[in-house]
């Protein structure tokens, strides 16, 4: 039996979930707001299952909810009881397919919509999009220990404040400068969050998602052919942009952090169509110069 007790209007269950809050503090890069969330998580879980450790009880506990929040804790949890392994049995809720947008532009034109973005931490949000081509969402929830200013550059840990193996992106002077210049006049923890901060930091950051997306819609109003240009495309265009030049699929999926090739394939999939076509016409369909009318 799992003894409870009263604190602050919350329970808080002793023994297990302890033992894992401890692990965190000494495993994880976790700020202490998000080891709070995670640890209410795991308690969520074992008072319903009373202290269960099954994936068969994970997985009834996690249906019907929204596994991007939830993920990450029970990814700790598994990882903290040896059991990562058993992560891959987390059931995969489907999804409904998304209607694809991508614009795909020139940096000039992508440079020009940043400079139109009229507050300045979303520009700067978008600016950081622009050179990395990182998830708006991952942008937005980056705090001040995920940047680290170096003399040649501004390096980016994305999801190392959340617990994870960080996706680490450099850029270099002086293309950061005014990224730096920025960062330096924002005193909060999460540099990029405004309003009331939400108990659940997915809430927060989906919140401030809303008004990055009608800045930068406006924005790109401004922009001749980028009227449709939404915060993903900075992703799409990157992927394209390295691979129109380089060729390389599994430079463009580290770049972008893909667990799956298929992932990138998909991603260049507009762009492929796009060289393939071209290769048809010049190959079978170009007319010969010299051919009559």
């Given at each position: 039996?799992?003894?409870?007790?009263?604190?602050?209007?919350?329970?808080?269950i002793?023994?297990?979930?302890?033992?894992?809050r401890e692990w965190l503090e000494s495993n994880s890069a976790l700020l202490p707001r998000t080891r709070?969330?995670?640890?209410?998580?795991?308690?969520?879980?074992?008072?319903?299952?009373?202290?269960?450790?099954?994936?068969?009880?994970?997985?009834?506990?996690?249906?019907?909810?929204?596994?991007?929040?939830?993920r990450f804790p029970f990814k700790l949890f598994l990882k903290f009881l040896n059991k990562e392994k058993?992560?891959?049995?987390?059931?995969?809720?489907?999804?409904?397919?998304?209607?694809?947008?991508?614009i795909y532009t020139t940096p000039r034109k992508e440079l020009q919509l940043v400079e139109k973005v009229g507050d300045p931490v979303y520009r700067t949000v978008a600016l950081i999009q622009y050179y990395t081509g990182a998830r708006p969402q991952d942008v937005l929830s980056l705090n001040r220990n995920d940047f680290e200013i170096?003399?040649?550059?501004?390096?980016?840990?994305?999801?190392?404040?959340?617990g994870l193996n960080p996706n680490t992106f450099m850029i270099p002077m002086p293309e950061a400068a005014e990224?730096?210049?920025?960062?330096?006049?924002?005193?909060?923890?999460?540099?990029?969050?405004?309003?009331?901060?939400?108990?659940?930091?997915?809430?927060?950051?989906?919140?401030?998602?809303?008004?990055y997306l009608?800045?930068?819609?406006?924005a790109a109003k401004e922009v001749e052919g980028l009227e449709r240009f939404r915060p993903h495309d900075f992703r799409r265009n990157l992927a394209a942009d390295i691979y129109s030049k380089t060729k390389d699929i599994f430079l463009v999926k580290n770049i972008?952090?893909?667990?799956?090739?298929?992932?990138?394939?998909?991603y260049l999939d507009d762009i492929k169509k796009e060289e393939a076509s071209r290769e048809v016409v010049e190959k079978f369909r170009r007319k010969d110069p010299n051919e009559p009318g």
């Amino acid at each position: 039996m799992i003894s409870m007790l009263k604190d602050q209007d919350e329970f808080v269950i002793e023994g297990l979930s302890d033992e894992f809050r401890e692990w965190l503090e000494s495993n994880s890069a976790l700020l202490p707001r998000t080891r709070k969330q995670y640890v209410k998580v795991i308690n969520q879980f074992l008072r319903k299952f009373d202290d269960s450790t099954e994936m068969k009880d994970i997985n009834k506990f996690l249906a019907g909810k929204n596994i991007s929040y939830y993920r990450f804790p029970f990814k700790l949890f598994l990882k903290f009881l040896n059991k990562e392994k058993d992560y891959l049995d987390v059931v995969k809720q489907k999804k409904k397919p998304k209607e694809k947008h991508g614009i795909y532009t020139t940096p000039r034109k992508e440079l020009q919509l940043v400079e139109k973005v009229g507050d300045p931490v979303y520009r700067t949000v978008a600016l950081i999009q622009y050179y990395t081509g990182a998830r708006p969402q991952d942008v937005l929830s980056l705090n001040r220990n995920d940047f680290e200013i170096k003399e040649n550059g501004l390096t980016i840990y994305f999801g190392r404040s959340k617990g994870l193996n960080p996706n680490t992106f450099m850029i270099p002077m002086p293309e950061a400068a005014e990224i730096v210049l920025s960062i330096a006049t924002l005193k909060d923890e999460f540099l990029f969050l405004r309003g009331i901060p939400s108990s659940e930091l997915t809430t927060w950051v989906d919140n401030n998602y809303k008004y990055y997306l009608n800045e930068l819609t406006e924005a790109a109003k401004e922009v001749e052919g980028l009227e449709r240009f939404r915060p993903h495309d900075f992703r799409r265009n990157l992927a394209a942009d390295i691979y129109s030049k380089t060729k390389d699929i599994f430079l463009v999926k580290n770049i972008l952090g893909h667990k799956s090739i298929e992932t990138t394939s998909k991603y260049l999939d507009d762009i492929k169509k796009e060289e393939a076509s071209r290769e048809v016409v010049e190959k079978f369909r170009r007319k010969d110069p010299n051919e009559p009318g």
